[in-house]
């Protein structure tokens, strides 16, 4: 907890905490990140599901697994900022602690999914990544209300 509460008075934190607009723009770039990870992660897992047969497969693997990765790395990279404001509060919220174990356990998922080739297993991981990733978002959502 030492660590977390450190986290939170670092310079760039506390003028993230206190600036009018840089809070907003990361908030917002949180959400642009996050949405784009989700919308490409589903439509992917769709595809995996037979939605979209006149897209091949592989394309479709191609462009959403690039848009999930950017998406990943956008919220990685805003959510950060984010965590370190109220870091010691998030680390005890049951809803942050929620999302982070589905994002985790996505994150199995998603590997798994890249070494598998059956086509039944595939299908099963994409029906479990999109219930993963829906509850990521939900949880997500969920940490300003729950404490």
Do not use: C
């Amino acid at each position: 907890m030492e660590f977390l509460a450190a986290l939170e008075t670092l310079a760039p934190i506390e003028a993230l905490k206190v600036s009018f607009y840089a809070y907003p723009v990361v908030n917002g770039l949180h959400v642009l990140s996050i949405g784009t990870l989700i919308v490409s992660v589903l439509l992917l897992d769709l595809r995996i599901l037979g939605a979209f047969a006149g897209l091949p497969e592989a394309a479709a693997t191609r462009i959403f697994r690039r848009l999930a990765v950017t998406g990943f790395g956008g919220a990685v990279l805003t959510g950060l900022p984010m965590f370190a404001i109220q870091a010691t509060s998030y680390a005890t919220n049951p809803a942050f602690r929620t999302k982070m174990a589905l994002l985790f356990i996505a994150g199995l998922n998603a590997a798994l999914f890249a070494v598998l080739r059956a086509p039944q297993a595939r299908r099963g991981l994409a029906t479990l990544s999109m219930t993963l990733w829906l509850g990521v978002l939900f949880a997500g959502r969920l940490i300003g209300f729950v404490e």
